[in-house]
């Protein structure tokens, strides 16, 4: 079956489901009022996410702002702020229609003026550049009718008009010739038209947000507000939790805290709502930087590590094993990879063979490693294990520690780092969320880009040509040469799948359960 043809397919499915269905758990009437007080691990910079990936950002992003589409929990498209989206017969042309009735915040309609300032902002300004890199133009006939118009056809596009990907924007406030990466209404006086809108912003702090009265959904959110409680130690938002003073944490991934929660009966952990997602573990390596520039070297710090080891011990098994840059759960994910057991005599002799041989005190060469702030198990035990395993084989590691997420973001983005720790997402199809890491385009200063500077002139080929193949089995085939090459090249160390959890309150009603999880509108969620 065709993309396209699975498209319709899914279309027509979504005109039957029930109207803005989620895929959230329902077990009684949804209840009115009341804070629901979420924990937040990452700090984000502003509030905007459609010039910012991540979960930071994504979090508070998808309640203020809406998108055309959404998604339940088998993958099915729903309506949103479009009531219904059509095809073209060569599929280079998607036709929306809006809700004649949705508003922003602001209390100005929203038009399909709106919808065509923000894919073509998100286009020119999100570091997923390969998300709309085909959109070419949208049409607007009328103020309720959007046309998109695509250079080639999209594999990706229905799933990139998610609410984590693709926010609508007021143009008549993002659209004032400001520049729209440090727009002054990403962090303050934020407006969209979501469930939720904004109430205050104090970075590192907490963002809160108000139920939206006139949200285009009747009788909801069912929630008077929202509040995002940051703080860099989740151990402590788990306190939080077990206290009552909390009543969600989204992505959760420390065995320890998994343990630990598991034992609360007061405490419901879901890993249901991260399939969207698709989040891999990896050491990404600057290919830039010498010794590293060495295919060689890349591979001996591969053979250095037991990733088994990895998921068994520092998460416990909670984490699954990666070998490569596709999530095993995607249909485009291949075995056939290059596959790195660890082998230190393997690692020695490859760095011998790169002229990196042992100097008087059994020195090779000194590098540092750098970790994300806020995912222990994943994050610096892993660069502390890494330490202690190139030691073995006469490489010296320092670990940098960074203040807080946007301190490790501007160095990496800056592509200032040997090696980082990283939690990288699918994001849903390989084009939104894989395509960006490998191709040479995309070597930008900009976070969760190619920030490796790897470039593999097969790799831009293979990945053009599966941007625009609409046949699944064709798609399979360009990514599965794909991946041997990356496994092969090794611009990255695959370690592991990412344990993401939601631990909620018991007295948190329908949960997000969607593809989507804790990045869909929480308009259904509810306090018992």
Do not use: C
């Not at 008077?224 to 959760?252: A, C, H």
């Not at 699954?320 to 840059?325: A, L, M, T, Y």
């Not at 329908?510 to 509108?521: E, K, Q, V």
């Amino acid at each position: 079956m065709s993309t396209l043809k699975l498209a319709r397919r899914m279309v027509a499915a979504a005109a039957v489901a029930a109207l803005f269905a989620t895929g959230a758990i329902a077990a009684e009437q949804p209840k009115q009022g009341g804070t629901l007080v979420i924990g937040q691990y990452q700090a984000p910079r502003h509030l905007n996410g459609a010039v910012q990936s991540g979960l930071a950002t994504g979090l508070p992003s998808t309640q203020l702002f809406a998108s055309l589409l959404r998604y339940d929990d088998q993958w099915n498209p729903q309506p949103y702020l479009a009531t219904s989206w059509e095809w073209s017969a060569d599929g280079k042309a998607l036709t929306v229609k809006l809700r004649p009735d949705a508003f922003f915040h602001d209390g100005q309609p929203i038009t399909s003026e709106d919808v065509a300032f923000s894919l073509m902002a998100i286009k020119a300004n999100h570091p997923f550049q390969t998300m709309f890199s085909a959109v070419e133009a949208v049409d607007t006939p009328d103020p309720h009718t959007a046309v998109i118009r695509l250079s080639r056809p999209h594999p990706a596009l229905l799933i990139a008009l998610s609410p984590a990907l693709a926010p609508i924007m007021p143009k008549h406030i993002y659209g004032d010739g400001q520049d729209l990466k440090s727009h002054p209404r990403n962090s303050q006086n934020v407006v969209g038209s979501g469930p939720f809108k904004f109430k205050e912003f104090v970075p590192g702090k907490e963002v809160v947000l108000e139920r939206f009265d006139k949200y285009f959904l009747k009788g909801k959110p069912h929630l008077d507000k929202l509040v995002y409680q940051i703080n860099p130690d989740s151990t402590t938002l788990l306190i939080g939790l077990e206290r009552g003073d909390i009543q969600m944490l989204p992505f959760m991934t420390d065995p320890t805290q998994l343990r630990r929660a598991a034992k609360d009966k007061n405490i419901v952990s879901l890993e249901k709502g991260y399939e969207g997602v698709g989040a891999l573990s990896w050491l990404a390596i600057n290919t830039a930087r010498k010794p590293f520039d060495d295919v060689r070297v890349r591979q001996a710090i591969a053979y250095a590590l037991d990733k088994n080891f990895i998921t068994k011990v520092l998460t416990a098994g909670f984490a699954k094993p990666s070998d490569g840059p596709i999530v095993n759960s995607s249909p485009y994910a291949t075995k056939d990879l290059t596959i790195y057991k660890v082998d230190l005599k393997k690692s020695e002799q490859l760095l011998d063979e790169a002229g990196l041989k042992r100097g008087a005190g059994g020195e090779r060469f000194k590098m540092t490693i750098d970790y994300m702030p806020g995912m222990e198990s994943l994050s610096k035990n892993v660069a502390e294990y890494a330490r202690a395993q190139l030691k073995k084989v006469g490489v010296t590691v320092e670990l940098r520690a960074s203040a807080d997420l946007p301190s490790w973001t501007k160095l990496i983005a800056n592509h200032d780092f040997d090696m980082t720790t990283d939690n990288v997402w699918n994001w849903g199809d390989p084009v939104i969320g894989v395509h960006r890491t490998y191709l040479s385009s995309n070597i930008r200063p900009i976070i969760w880009t190619n920030t490796q500077s790897y470039s593999n002139k097969r790799v831009d080929e293979l990945l053009e040509q599966a941007a625009v193949e609409m046949d699944v089995e064709k798609r399979k085939a360009l990514y599965a040469e794909f991946e041997q090459i990356v496994t092969h090249d090794v611009p990255l160390i695959f370690l592991a799948q990412m344990p993401f959890h939601t631990l909620v309150s018991d007295k948190v009603g329908n949960p997000p359960a969607s593809i989507w999880g804790p990045l869909s509108p929480l308009d259904d969620v509810y306090l018992k």
